[in-house]
């Protein structure tokens, strides 16, 4: 189910050929094309339709957006939106890791959750925590990888076109005071 230590952040072997960056304005029609795939895939958002860029910069925190370049070309992004309005829990964020179908299997999502974490280590947020599909085994992986835990299942959580799913609550403290 996890740890109740803090796990190590994350491995280091990650792929020479992704270059992972802040996201820029003209990244965006990349990001929502790979939103829009992760879509259709099923199993990885409640969303049925990409939300308007404006929405997703208004929720996403501005200095943890990041993309990831394959070749100059935007294989997969990452952001971080805070959990609640509420100052006790400023440091408190929602992930998601989204790699664009043409670029899965080649470490991206690795580079992308490294620089999360690793961000989030030295900036202002002490808990990152993502609900997953069960189904999405890559994703959960790749979390626990990354040093984030199982906190629990959430069964019948909500409705997906029509049908109730269930969805893994993951987390990661920072290890720093």
């Not at 795939?37 to 939300?51: D, K």
């Not at 990152?128 to 979390?143: D, G, K, M, Y």
């Amino acid at each position: 189910m996890g740890m109740l230590a803090p796990r190590p952040c994350c491995p280091d072997n990650l792929p020479a050929d992704v270059r992972v960056r802040a996201l820029h304005a003209a990244d965006w029609p990349a990001v929502r094309r790979i939103y829009a795939e992760g879509i259709a895939m099923g199993h990885a958002t409640f969303e049925t339709q990409v939300p308007p860029r404006t929405t997703l910069e208004a929720k996403w925190l501005p200095e943890h957006r990041w993309v990831a370049e394959i070749d100059g070309e935007v294989a997969g992004w990452a952001a971080a939106c805070p959990v609640s309005a509420r100052e006790c829990y400023a440091g408190v964020a929602e992930t998601s890791v989204y790699v664009g179908c043409d670029f899965r299997g080649r470490g991206v999502g690795r580079a992308l959750l490294h620089k999360q974490v690793t961000a989030a280590d030295a900036g202002d947020l002490w808990t990152l925590q993502t609900s997953i599909f069960p189904e999405n085994r890559a994703s959960l992986t790749l979390h626990h990888a990354a040093g984030f835990r199982t906190v629990g299942v959430r069964e019948r959580i909500a409705q997906h076109h029509g049908v109730w799913r269930d969805t893994v609550l993951l987390e990661r403290r920072s290890p720093l005071d």
